[in-house]
């Protein structure tokens, strides 16, 4: 294995460098293409304050997970009315999570555009509430009542990284890959 100064590696790569020219040009297109090919998401939220008679009672875990239920899911893609989406999809596109030290609950929603994202968030906040209302016998459930504190807004930019932070990751990435490659003795030098 040989092993080699700082000063001869900076050399040897700055004798090869459009070996890393390459290497970063290609990161840069795969980066490019990446953010094109892949969708673009927006993700929209809605807040809603959970309560009930006896407050200790309430387990914001197991409101989440109400929330996230397939009745709830059912009730929200009626009130969406979208005939291309399925009860799948939208389990796939929302999710509920408790606020930490809280009894609020967040209700998130993932779709290709902004304005459906902020429909989709309210529609499931609004039939978790419907459904949480009611009493395993169909009846209105008096301990309890919750109120959309915050409703969804549709997002102003997509989820994920962007265009410029996607492309110096490839970059980089293709640095690191054709670094070594630069870094390592060409035949000529070694058959001297």
Same mark, same amino acid.
């Given at each position: 294995?040989? +092993?080699?100064?700082?000063?001869?590696?900076?050399?040897?790569?700055?004798?090869?460098?459009?070996?890393? $020219?390459?290497?970063?040009?290609?990161?840069?297109?795969?980066?490019?293409?990446?953010?094109?090919?892949?969708?673009?998401?927006?993700?929209?939220?809605?807040?809603?304050? $959970?309560?009930?008679?006896?407050?200790?009672? %309430?387990?914001?875990?197991?409101?989440? /997970?109400?929330?996230?239920?397939?009745?709830?899911?059912?009730?929200?893609?009626?009130? %969406?009315?979208?005939? #291309?989406?399925? %009860?799948?999809?939208?389990?796939?596109?929302?999710? /509920?999570?408790? $606020?930490?030290?809280? #009894?609020?609950?967040? %209700?998130?929603?993932?779709?290709?555009?902004?304005?459906?994202? /902020?429909?989709?968030?309210?529609? $499931?906040?609004?039939?978790?509430?419907?459904?949480?209302?009611?009493?395993? +016998?169909?009846?209105?459930? /008096?301990?309890?009542?919750?109120?959309?504190?915050?409703?969804?807004?549709?997002?102003?930019?997509?989820?994920?990284?962007?265009?410029?932070?996607?492309?110096?990751?490839?970059?980089?990435?293709?640095?690191?890959?054709?670094?070594?490659?630069?870094?390592?003795?060409?035949?000529?030098?070694?058959?001297?």
């Amino acid at each position: 294995m040989e +092993t080699l100064t700082l000063t001869e590696l900076a050399a040897r790569m700055a004798q090869r460098w459009r070996v890393l $020219v390459v290497g970063a040009l290609l990161g840069l297109m795969s980066g490019v293409v990446a953010h094109v090919a892949l969708p673009t998401r927006y993700e929209a939220t809605a807040v809603v304050f $959970v309560d009930a008679a006896e407050t200790d009672r %309430i387990d914001m875990t197991a409101e989440a /997970a109400v929330a996230s239920s397939r009745r709830v899911t059912a009730e929200a893609l009626d009130a %969406i009315g979208d005939p #291309r989406l399925t %009860i799948a999809d939208l389990e796939d596109a929302a999710s /509920a999570s408790p $606020v930490e030290e809280s #009894r609020l609950l967040r %209700i998130a929603y993932d779709t290709d555009e902004p304005a459906a994202a /902020a429909r989709g968030a309210d529609a $499931v906040a609004q039939a978790y509430l419907a459904v949480r209302t009611l009493t395993p +016998t169909g009846a209105p459930d /008096a301990g309890f009542t919750g109120t959309v504190v915050d409703p969804a807004r549709p997002p102003r930019a997509p989820t994920g990284p962007g265009l410029p932070a996607t492309a110096l990751g490839t970059t980089v990435l293709g640095l690191l890959v054709a670094a070594p490659l630069s870094a390592t003795r060409t035949r000529a030098a070694r058959a001297s």
